[in-house]
């Protein structure tokens, strides 16, 4: 991954107002987490380039999730708007998610605080 090249395989978004389906109704859409889950997949085990189709059906997974999460989270609470309640409230039954979202929450708490402490001692409020 020394060369930061535009891979072949990878669709630009459409724009003649198809929706990102093609004639034959397949999605063709900008990739977005391409590069993220190339490096995760290497992480977990896989070749350091893995294919363009895994990482394509592994994105629209994580897509397609977090379309899911959104929507459901949108349905609760507020009616319309997402908060970080209402996703905490979502994954309360998975221990697993709920352990990293509420490590990620408190870690960003920590972030916070530690970024107003260096702000304070170097701007002095």
Request: proline letters at 2%.
């Amino acid at each position: 991954m020394a060369e930061e090249e535009d891979e072949p395989g990878f669709e630009e978004e459409l724009e003649d107002g198809s929706g990102g389906l093609d004639a034959a109704g397949h999605g063709r859409r900008k990739r977005l987490f391409s590069k993220e889950l190339r490096c995760m997949m290497y992480g977990f085990g896989d070749d350091q380039n893995p294919y363009t189709e895994s990482v394509d059906i592994l994105e629209d997974l994580v897509i397609e999730f977090i379309t899911e999460m959104t929507h459901k989270a949108m349905s609760i609470g507020r009616q319309g708007r997402v908060q970080v309640e209402d996703i905490v409230f979502l994954i309360r039954k998975d221990p697993r998610k709920f352990a990293r979202v509420k490590d990620l929450l408190t870690m960003n708490e920590e972030l916070k605080r530690a970024r107003k402490a260096f702000d304070e001692a170097n701007y002095g409020s």
